[in-house]
């Protein structure tokens, strides 16, 4: 009778055993795309259906701390809008720019870089940091025709001196005019968006 219950027992715990096992997943897109944020290529997808046909001008401007904002390109071209609208990030060859891209599914974008600029980071003293972080702004309807409509918010961190670190965290989505908290914070950042035209 006890040989029956500990082999009955032994079966148990050879079952249970064979029940926790790590099987091999196929990667998922989802899987892809936190690789790639991890590596710092972020993509920020608008919906443009009700826009479709018309024309949008790529904007962008450049904040730094007790400046006036400047408009980083300078001068105005438009591009055919589809559906989608992607502006997107991506690390450059070397530390001090970044690319940045608009791309529409109605067959019109460019890629482009912005300078950064570098900030104090207590782990290498000696040497310049380029840290910058994206958040997507908060949006607003009606959208007004030929109006800038801010999208994406590139900043860089800043050091806080009374907790000797680095940082760039708060506010996970940006009011359009700019008074979200962490905005008091970021010494330099881009405000990328669009003004859509007929």
């Given at each position: 009778m006890k040989k029956a219950i500990i082999t009955a027992l032994l079966a148990l715990v050879a079952l249970t055993g064979q029940a926790q096992e790590i099987r091999t997943n196929e990667p998922t897109l989802d899987d892809y795309r936190q690789l790639l944020n991890a590596k710092g290529y972020i993509a920020y997808s608008f919906d443009m259906k009700d826009f479709k046909g018309k024309q949008y001008e790529p904007v962008v401007m450049e904040y730094v701390k007790g400046e006036d904002p400047k408009d980083v390109l300078g001068f105005s071209f438009s591009f055919p809008l589809g559906e989608?609208?992607?502006?997107?990030?991506?690390?450059?060859?070397?530390?001090?720019?970044?690319?940045?891209?608009?791309?529409?599914?109605?067959?019109?974008?460019?890629?482009?870089?912005?300078?950064?600029?570098?900030?104090?980071?207590?782990?290498?003293?000696?040497?310049?940091?380029?840290?910058?972080?994206?958040r997507p702004f908060e949006l607003i309807s009606p959208v007004e025709m030929e109006k800038f409509i801010p999208l994406v918010l590139f900043g860089s961190y800043w050091y806080e001196q009374e907790t000797g670190v680095s940082r760039f965290c708060g506010d996970k989505l940006i009011n359009p005019d700019l008074s979200s908290d962490i905005i008091k914070s970021i010494p330099h950042f881009y405000v990328l968006g669009i003004k859509i035209t007929s």
């Open positions: 989608k609208l992607v502006i997107g990030f991506a690390p450059s060859s070397n530390d001090s720019t970044y690319v940045y891209s608009y791309q529409s599914d109605g067959g019109g974008g460019f890629n482009a870089t912005l300078k950064l600029q570098p900030i104090f980071a207590p782990e290498m003293p000696s040497k310049q940091a380029y840290r910058y972080e994206s």
